[in-house]
């Protein structure tokens, strides 16, 4: 799945349709690399946003629950998807993470781990992060804006770490100036010292 639902306050606004290719096609199209189904959630009302993401191929969830956050984005998400055996949860902001590291975190979950995550050679976590269906009902409950932090602390021994070598793991675009660096700045795209996005 991926989270589009953010108000992008930092940015000023339509953050995810900035950039060329704008940076929601970006993540959704290495998401679609990796995996066929790609739910995408998306504030109601956002028809350039629900048209770009279903150019892409994604199945497009509306919902008015965007504006709690990111938790309530989440589970609106599981909620539509139930049946599904697991999930893996990308955000519409982090547009350099690798296909192939979104394949690994799949084939993770598809050889039984509770949640799987790639991490760089130091062991430190990135994005994005796979659940399988033994936390349905947990993913079901979250709400606000702290995401699956919580839930992700409290099973921490239940996290299988997938060491890739991708960059994008840590990149997540908050301002304009992140979206010029991401252009421009080698540094910026080889991911140093760029810190681990917590709110997942």
């Not at 279903?54 to 049946?83: H, N, P």
């Not at 921490?156 to 991708?166: P, Q």
């Amino acid at each position: 799945m991926l989270l589009c639902g953010g108000a992008a306050r930092r940015f000023g606004g339509g953050k995810l349709l900035a950039g060329t290719p704008p940076l929601a096609e970006r993540a959704a199209r290495n998401l679609k690399g990796a995996i066929a189904r790609v739910v995408a959630v998306a504030p109601p009302g956002d028809a350039p946003l629900v048209e770009l993401l279903e150019r892409c191929g994604c199945e497009v969830l509306a919902s008015d629950r965007t504006s709690r956050g990111m938790g309530a984005s989440l589970a609106a998400a599981i909620e539509a998807c139930a049946s599904a055996d697991g999930w893996i949860v990308a955000l519409g902001d982090m547009p350099a993470i690798r296909p192939a590291t979104l394949g690994r975190v799949a084939e993770a979950l598809a050889e039984g781990a509770t949640i799987a995550a790639p991490v760089d050679g130091s062991g430190r976590r990135g994005h994005p992060v796979g659940f399988s269906k033994a936390l349905r009902s947990e993913l079901l409950a979250l709400d606000g804006d702290v995401g699956a932090r919580p839930l992700l602390e409290r099973h921490a021994n239940a996290l299988t770490r997938i060491v890739v070598d991708d960059p994008g793991i840590f990149i997540d675009i908050d301002s304009a100036e992140d979206l010029q660096k991401l252009g421009s700045d080698p540094g910026f795209q080889r991911g140093v010292n760029w810190p681990v996005r917590g709110s997942t």
